[in-house]
Each structure stands twice: as C-alpha cells, then as structure tokens.
C-alpha cells in the first residue's frame, strides 16, 4: 500500500499536538512547575444550567419509546436550523440555508471535497492552520498567503485572484475583527473576480462593539460569494459537546449557473449522517431567552480574562494585539516563535501558541488565549508582572 501523497505535503504534527508535546517534555524535567496553558483555546466554564438540563433532558428522553429518536434530517432539525436563522442572523438568512454540523473544523474538512484539488486558495497569513492542511489533504497546490499584521491593520492586500479566500474574522490567531469596510472590500473584490469566500466566523459572539460586522452577510453581495462557517464551541462552551453550522446560500452558484448548495446538501447526506440529536436540543435551549443570556455572561467572563493578560503583558512592554473583541491575544516578540514559547514555558511556566504554527507571517508573534480559568488567568498576570 502506497501512501496517499496528499498526506507528504502535511507537516509531521498539527499544531496543538506538538505544544502539548513540548509542555510533557518540560513538565518531566521540571515536575514541581505548575504550569498554566494558555495556549489551545479550549473553553474552561461550565455550562449554565439551563444548558445542562437541556441536553439532560433530551439524553433522557431517548429512554422512552416515545421520545427515542435515531437518525435525523443530514442537514440538521428543523427548528434549530430555524432558530440561527433567526436569533444569530435576525433574518438576514433563509433556515434552509443552514446547515448543522458536528463542529466547524469538520465543516472546513468537508468543504474541500466539495471543491476538489484542481483550485487556488487563498489564506490570510497567519492563518487558523485547518484551512491550508484541508486544502493540502485534498491535493491543492496552489496556496497564496496573504499577510496581515499590524502594519496593514491586519487585512491582507487583495490583488492576486484565487478562487477560494479563506477569512476568519474575528481572527483566529490575531484577534483581529475586520470592519464593515474591510469587509465590503473583500466582498466587492470576490464579486470581481468571482471567487468565493469562506468565512469563518467561529468567535462572533465575542463582538462586543456594535459597529463590527458579525456575518459577512451583513455586507450586500455577500450571499452570491460567501459560504459562511461557525460554531457553537466559543459561543456556548460546546467545544466538548460538538455542534456548529455551515451557512450556503442558494444565490451562491458555479460559472455555469448550477447551484453550489445542491452539492453541499449531496456531499451533507454522503459523508456526513447528521449532527448529535443531543447536542442540537441543547443547542435549542442555548438559542432561547435565558440560554442567550447565560453564554452573554461566559463570553463577557472570557473577555475579562483576555483584559487581564492584555494588561499584565503591556505592563511588561509587550505590543500586544486582539483581546478586546476576540478571545485571542496576539503579541509580538523579539525571538523567534518558538524560542519565545520555550521562554515563556521556562521562566513563567506558561504555555501560548508560537506565532509561525499559524503561517509565515506568525513569526516573531505568541498567542495567548483567553479561555482559561480565572485563578489561572490571575497567577499568570501576576507571574508575567513579576
Ligand atoms: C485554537 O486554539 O485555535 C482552537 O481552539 C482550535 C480549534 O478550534 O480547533
């Protein structure tokens, strides 16, 4: 058996892994650290209980003939595909536009079947690394980075066409949020130049300013060029649970007119049987009145967490980026990322994410999430002031 070639153009690791990796070594050699990670963003607050209750509930009911369900629509349930069109895009969407998942990194999996090897890509550098791994599974050799970092406000010059722009905004890893303008700019450059947009809009909910776009669709046009990708991880803490969305409207179409959603629905129902009939009951009740409110109160908690490292790194003379409307800290560093990750796991036993793991661009950059505990969050201020 032949390896699939695909496979040799991946680096070794994924990113997580090999800080992970690095975190045992230290750990073993230096037992008595207690260390703090604020490296994967991982969600550490429990869920409300409302929440709870839901998905209880719903694990419950399928111990009665009555209430017991086995496999679901591909696409998702009805009333929750209704309720995000409504509580997460006030209408802006049609509910059979969208389509639940188990989590947006799958979706991002799946999306590349749908556009197959034979595509140019297009990636902000630095750059969630799902995107251009996706891309490399599937045999895509043609990859542009683009770079965005403070220089150009983190919004990368458009100029070359690719026929697929990955954008995730607020940006995993920069903490960056595009403005409506920066956005009616990609939107107008992707009409010109018909490529799609792949948004990614996973840490929306962490928008706190009104002014700031949430969906691209909030931008005109942007139904015929974006398909649009998120999460119910950051939003609710379903990072465990697994639940998120894919969004394809029916005005998005190929060159020869034929609908893209079509095919999205058909590569759905192949590879993919639906997402978890109980997580998308609890995901229901995250979507209604009071579970809108208890996820308002975690991201606000996080945010804080993120004010606090912000404020302990400039302390220190950090340049530190993000964190005001994104759970993502970016902060520059005068090593090279990954001395400067080894750095900070020796002298502060603290674990971030090295820039570079994220794209070219990311050297000389850290990443401090701001998911973490709050007496974590507070030892490892303390310990970056001291
Ligand atoms: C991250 O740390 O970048 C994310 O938690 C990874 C993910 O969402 O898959």
């Given at each position: 058996?032949?390896?699939?070639?695909?496979?040799?153009?991946?680096?070794?690791?994924?990113?997580?892994?090999?800080?992970?990796?690095?975190?045992?070594?230290?750990?073993?050699?230096?037992?008595?650290?207690?260390?703090?990670?604020?490296?994967?963003?991982?969600?550490?607050?429990?869920?409300?209980?409302?929440?709870?209750?839901?998905?209880?509930?719903?694990?419950?009911?399928?111990?009665?003939?009555?209430?017991?369900?086995?496999?679901?629509?591909?696409?998702?349930?009805?009333?929750?595909?209704?309720?995000?069109?409504?509580?997460?895009?006030?209408?802006?969407?049609?509910?059979?536009?969208?389509?639940?998942?188990?989590?947006?990194?799958?979706?991002?999996?799946?999306?590349?079947?749908?556009?197959?090897?034979?595509?140019?890509?297009?990636?902000?550098?630095?750059?969630?690394?799902?995107?251009?791994?996706?891309?490399?599974?599937?045999?895509?050799?043609?990859?542009?980075?683009?770079?965005?970092?403070?220089?150009?406000?983190?919004?990368?010059?458009?100029?070359?066409?690719?026929?697929?722009?990955?954008?995730?905004?607020?940006?995993?890893?920069?903490?960056?949020?595009?403005?409506?303008?920066?956005?009616?700019?990609?939107?107008?450059?992707?009409?010109?130049?018909?490529?799609?947009?792949?948004?990614?809009?996973?840490?929306?909910?962490?928008?706190?300013?009104?002014?700031?776009?949430?969906?691209?669709?909030?931008?005109?046009?942007?139904?015929?060029?974006?398909?649009?990708?998120?999460?119910?991880?950051?939003?609710?803490?379903?990072t465990g649970v697994r639940l998120g969305w894919t969004i394809v409207p029916k005005?998005?179409?190929?060159?020869?007119?034929?609908?893209?959603?079509?095919?999205?629905?058909?590569?759905?129902?192949?590879?993919?049987?639906?997402?978890?009939?109980?997580?998308?009951?609890?995901?229901?009740?995250?979507?209604?009145?009071?579970?809108?409110?208890?996820?308002?109160?975690?991201?606000?908690?996080?945010?804080?967490?993120?004010?606090?490292?912000?404020?302990?790194?400039?302390?220190?003379?950090?340049?530190?980026?993000?964190?005001?409307?994104?759970?993502?800290?970016?902060?520059?560093?005068?090593?090279?990322?990954?001395?400067?990750?080894?750095?900070?796991?020796?002298?502060?036993?603290?674990?971030?994410?090295?820039?570079?793991?994220?794209?070219?661009?990311?050297?000389?950059?850290?990443?401090?999430?701001?998911?973490?505990?709050?007496?974590?969050?507070?030892?490892?201020?303390?310990?970056?002031?001291?």
């Open positions: 058996m032949k390896r699939n070639a695909n496979l040799n153009a991946l680096k070794p690791s994924y990113l997580f892994p090999e800080v992970n990796m690095k975190r045992k070594q230290f750990q073993e050699t230096h037992p008595e650290a207690q260390v703090i990670s604020l490296g994967i963003g991982d969600t550490t607050e429990p869920l409300d209980p409302f929440i709870a209750e839901a998905l209880a509930k719903a694990a419950s009911e399928l111990s009665t003939l009555a209430g017991y369900s086995g496999y679901g629509p591909e696409q998702g349930i009805k009333p929750l595909r209704e309720a995000v069109a409504e509580k997460l895009y006030h209408g802006m969407i049609e509910a059979d536009d969208v389509f639940i998942s188990d989590g947006a990194k799958c979706d991002i999996g799946r999306l590349q079947v749908l556009f197959g090897k034979e595509i140019s890509i297009a990636v902000q550098d630095p750059a969630y690394p799902v995107y251009v791994d996706g891309s490399l599974l599937q045999g895509v050799k043609k990859i542009d980075y683009l770079p965005c970092n403070p220089e150009n406000d983190f919004f990368p010059e458009l100029s070359e066409k690719s026929d697929l722009i990955y954008f995730c905004s607020p940006n995993n890893p920069t903490g960056a949020v595009a403005t409506r303008q920066q956005l009616e700019k990609l939107v107008a450059f992707a009409l010109k130049n018909r490529s799609i947009i792949i948004y990614d809009s996973a840490y929306a909910s962490y928008i706190q300013d009104k002014n700031l776009p949430k969906s691209i669709y909030e931008i005109e046009g942007a139904k015929k060029v974006a398909i649009e990708i998120s999460s119910f991880s950051k939003l609710a803490g379903f005005e998005l179409l190929y060159e020869d007119a034929t609908s893209i959603r079509a095919d999205w629905n058909r590569i759905t129902c192949t590879i993919f049987n639906g997402a978890s009939n109980i997580a998308q009951k609890g995901a229901l009740s995250v979507l209604q009145k009071e579970g809108l409110e208890a996820i308002q109160k975690t991201i606000s908690f996080y945010l804080e967490n993120a004010a606090i490292i912000k404020s302990a790194l400039e302390q220190k003379g950090f340049e530190v980026y993000g964190g005001l409307n994104a759970p993502y800290l970016w902060v520059r560093t005068q090593d090279l990322s990954w001395n400067a990750f080894q750095k900070f796991l020796e002298k502060y036993h603290i674990v971030t994410t090295p820039g570079s793991g994220f794209g070219p661009s990311g050297e000389h950059f850290l990443r401090f999430t701001a998911f973490g505990k709050r007496s974590n969050i507070l030892e490892a201020a303390k310990r970056l002031k001291n």
